[in-house]
C-alpha cells in the first residue's frame, strides 16, 4: 500500500522528468541522427565535428570554460579559508553578500557588469581620475571570461567552504606536531581534505560554463561565438538538424567531464592523508 501511495506522490515528478527531460533528449537525437526529410544520416555529427568554425567555438569555449574555473578556484579556496576561521555571525554575513547577486535577475546582473567594463563605464572613469590610460573590455573575450567567473563564482565558494570548514582541527594539529611546517601541512593535509569541495565546486562551475551562450551574447556584443551560440543561431534559423548535431557534441563533452569528475571524487574518497 505504501508503495503505491509513493508511485502516485511521484506521478507529477515523472510526468516532468518525462516532458522536460526525456522528450526533449530524444528530440535532439533524433534530429542528429536525421536529414529534413527524416532519413537516418551522419552527416549532421560529421559536419558538427569538421566544420573550422564549430571547432574554434568549441576550442574557445572549453578554454573560457577552463579559465573561469581556475580563475574561480583561486579566488574561492583563499577566502573559504579566511571565512573558516571567523565567528559563525561574520560568516554567515559574509556569505550572503556572495549569496545576494544570485537572488538579482540574470540579465539585470550582465548589464550591470557590461556598464563597469564599458569604455566610459566605472574602470576607465577610476583609471582617468588615477592619470592611467583607459582600457578596452567591453566586447571582449576577458569580458565575458568576467562575467562568467562573476556568475558561477559561488557555485565554486560554497562546495570549498563546507569542506574546508569540516576539515578536524586536530588533524592539522597533529601535523604541525609531527614537525611539519605549515606549507607541508597544506599540501599532505589540507588540500587533500578539501579535495571533495574543489571537484564539486570545479564541476559546478565548468560544465554550466560549456553551454553557457547568454553571457557570450550579452558581454560580448554579439562579436564572439561560442559553442552555446553557435547551437542557438542554428535552431534560431530552423537548421534543427545541425543544431541538434552540435547540441548531442556539447552533450558528450558535459557527459565525459561529467563522469571524469566522478571518478576523481571516489579517487579522493578512497586516498588517505600521508605525511
Not at 535532439?28 to 569538421?50: C, D, M, P, Q, W
Not at 551560440?229 to 538538424?241: I, P, S
Request: hydrophobic share 55%; with cysteine; proline share 4%.
Amino acid at each position: 500500500m505504501t508503495n503505491k501511495k509513493n508511485l502516485w506522490l511521484s506521478g507529477p515528478y515523472l510526468i516532468w522528468i518525462a516532458g522536460f527531460i526525456i522528450l526533449p533528449l530524444f528530440t535532439i537525437v533524433y534530429y542528429a541522427f536525421t536529414e529534413k526529410r527524416g532519413g537516418f544520416t551522419l552527416e549532421n555529427i560529421v559536419a558538427a565535428l569538421s566544420d573550422t568554425a564549430n571547432l574554434k567555438a568549441l576550442g574557445l569555449t572549453l578554454l573560457l570554460a577552463a579559465s573561469a574555473t581556475l580563475i574561480g578556484l583561486a579566488l574561492a579556496y583563499p577566502l573559504a579559508i579566511c571565512l573558516s576561521k571567523l565567528k559563525i555571525k561574520q560568516k554567515n554575513f559574509i556569505i550572503f553578500l556572495f549569496i545576494l547577486p544570485m537572488w538579482m535577475n540574470f540579465m539585470l546582473q550582465m548589464v550591470a557588469i557590461n556598464v563597469i567594463l564599458e569604455d566610459n563605464g566605472l574602470i576607465n572613469s577610476v583609471l582617468n581620475m588615477l592619470g592611467l590610460k583607459s582600457v578596452h573590455i567591453a566586447n571582449t573575450y576577458t569580458a565575458i571570461l568576467i562575467g562568467m567567473v562573476y556568475d558561477y563564482f559561488p557555485f565554486m565558494l560554497l562546495p570549498i567552504y563546507n569542506t574546508v570548514s569540516s576539515i578536524d582541527k586536530d588533524l592539522l594539529n597533529a601535523s604541525r606536531d609531527l614537525g611539519a611546517n605549515p606549507v607541508k601541512t597544506f599540501f599532505k593535509v589540507s588540500l587533500p581534505l578539501s579535495m571533495p569541495g574543489i571537484i564539486s565546486g570545479a564541476t559546478m562551475v565548468f560544465i554550466p560554463a560549456i553551454s553557457d551562450f547568454a553571457i557570450a551574447e550579452m558581454l560580448g556584443g554579439g562579436k564572439i561565438m561560442l559553442i552555446g551560440n553557435v547551437v542557438e543561431m542554428n535552431f534560431t534559423k530552423g537548421h534543427y538538424n545541425t543544431g541538434s548535431g552540435l547540441a548531442l557534441l556539447l552533450m558528450v563533452f558535459v557527459v565525459v567531464s561529467s563522469l571524469l569528475t566522478d571518478s576523481k571524487k571516489e579517487d579522493e574518497a578512497q586516498g588517505g592523508i600521508v605525511l
